[in-house]
């Protein structure tokens, strides 16, 4: 096998702002300038002199947040493709495996094109009425957590981070603090790749991505979440750019660009990103694509493959369309079986195996199919799994295999399908008893389960549904008909 490093990427025309920022808990995020998109994404791999066998590539899929919307992928090729999220941070991947990879002298083109809707971001911070952050919670753990490129965890690294914030408790002045002291401790300097937090505050320089990384460790070292956002400048030339985001309850991630507003000698990029032209890879470091294969970066694309030894090359380049806003695609069927049209369809009937309608819906924490969900309450818009008995937070089941599904139509990071009518497979216990068909369902105390509701009628609990099935064991999954809550 043949490791082939994660390659630059040309940005051909165009300009394009796609922001990388979940959904706002409060109506201190602003969006403005809605501009339409469409992005030809291509990657070519040329076999000078190797004999390949197989071939395994890897591209960013497009995902959806709030400051970037209606994506519609139009096609992707070759066919065969298949697409996921990473485990961690929820970035959208689009993978290929090759058995007939290019012979000596050819080459394969990998392309993707899709359209969105993208907004300028910014945010009216009040720093006196934050939230408070969950330590036990997936985001803060994974996103305080010290790792490769990141070195939150070091000595050197948490000793400075405390002499920044002192006594100051507050997450929005720690960040407004380390923000300052990396512009003023950092030089931009082009370097030979991405070394990361450790290194740039060694050195005293680096690129963007030093800059990140570095504004990253501190605020992870003072027990601030915070995270890397890869991607580039959408006009000619080598255009890659890396910047930062951190977390506040309340808000959610905060944009920052600490190496530009160095560059520019301002704050305008603290809490903002104004119209810039900026395209989203991924976020965060150290991206799982596979079991045994991780990207640092995940810029622009990944590959490997296996053979023979011998001269290949890479080229990567992105060509940006700005389209009016409500342009549709063309109608067509892919290779798949997959329908696009952005008309109505009109049909006397709709016949589907599956017994229920669902819709996309952003999640806190990691869920499977069958799971009872509820409204988070420490960020609108958003759902987790099921925490006590009788909640009145329940809003749902995720859905195992829906007929209609709304919203984005592929599975994107951090999202799930919430079953809105129907009947759907749902994971109960025997907590309020053996279940037989008919019984009102309610939330458990095991996470992501319903029961039985043993209580008095009428039932002051949030129904989650009626029993369609039987089941005595301590825990299995039986069909409910889902109620109004």
Known sequence: MHRGRTAKCLTAVGTLCWLLVPAAATTAQQLANPTAYRITYQVEISNISCEMDTLEVWIPNPTEWTCQRSIAVE??????????????????????????????????????????????????????????????????????????????????????????????????????????????????????????????????????????????????????????????????????HVWAEFYLPSYGWIPTDPSWDDGNATWEYFGSLPSSGRFVSSVGVNIELAADWTATLFQTFSWRWWGVSGERSTDCSITVEEIELGTPSVFRVDAGGDLYSDGTVHASSFTSPSADIAEWVTLTEAVTPGNVVELDPNRAATYRLSRVACSSLVAGVVSTKPSVVLGQKEALGGRALLALVGIVPIKVTDEGGPIQPGDLLVTSSTPGHAMRWAGPNPCPCALVGKALEPMAAARGMILVLLTAH
């Not at 002499?163 to 512009?183: H, Q």
Request: glycine share 10%.
């Open 75 to 240: 096609g992707a090729s070759p066919s065969g493709s298949d697409t996921y999220a990473d485990a961690v941070h929820g970035n959208g991947i689009r993978h290929w495996l090759i058995d007939d990879p290019p012979e000596p002298g050819e080459s394969v083109t990998l392309e993707e094109v899709f359209t969105y809707v993208a907004y300028d971001v910014s945010y009216d911070i009040d720093p006196e009425t934050l939230g408070a952050y969950d330590p036990s919670g997936n985001l803060y753990q994974t996103y305080t957590a010290s790792e490769d490129k990141i070195e939150s965890a070091h000595p050197d690294i948490q000793s400075t981070a405390w002499s920044i914030v002192g006594s100051e408790t507050n997450p929005y002045y720690k960040a407004e603090l380390i923000y300052d002291w990396v512009m003023g401790h950092l030089s931009y300097q082009d370097t030979p790749g991405f070394g990361g937090a450790l290194q740039a505050f060694y050195d005293g320089y680096g690129e963007c991505g030093d800059y990140a990384a570095l504004f990253c460790a501190l605020l992870r070292a003072v027990a601030v979440p915070a995270r890397t956002v890869a991607g580039w400048i959408a006009e000619t030339g080598d255009s890659h």
